[in-house]
């Protein structure tokens, strides 16, 4: 799997009601913590730990500034954790550990 790119309101809606469990970032390409954090989460992606059970997702918030208004994000990056459709969980900022918690939460519940 890979961290897929959603270029439109369309596409975020589609992903959270096709997949059970989303993981998307809410990131900027002007962000450091963005940048910082992208191949850490890119990696996770591939993992077997997470690859066929978590769809991974990122959108632009400065192309998608509507969805960004609606999610409520504040500051980049902003990850979100959608289940069966609904926001579950989020997490503000680009430190790896309560990002990686944010997944394992998400696989247990």
Known sequence: MTVHIIATKD??????????????DAFATW????????????????????KDKIYFAKFDVDHLP???AELGVRAMPTFFV????DKV???LGGNPGP???LLQKSLAA
Request: net charge negative.
């Open 11 to 24: 596409e975020f809606k589609e992903a959270i009601a096709r997949e059970p469990i989303v993981l998307l």
């Open 99 to 101: 990002i990686q918690a």
């Open 31 to 50: 962000c450091g913590p963005c940048k910082a954090v992208a191949p850490v989460v890119a990696k996770w992606a591939e993992s077997e730990e997470y």
């Open 66 to 68: 509507e969805l960004a």
């Open 89 to 91: 969980d989020e997490h």
């Open 82 to 85: 959608f289940k069966n459709g």
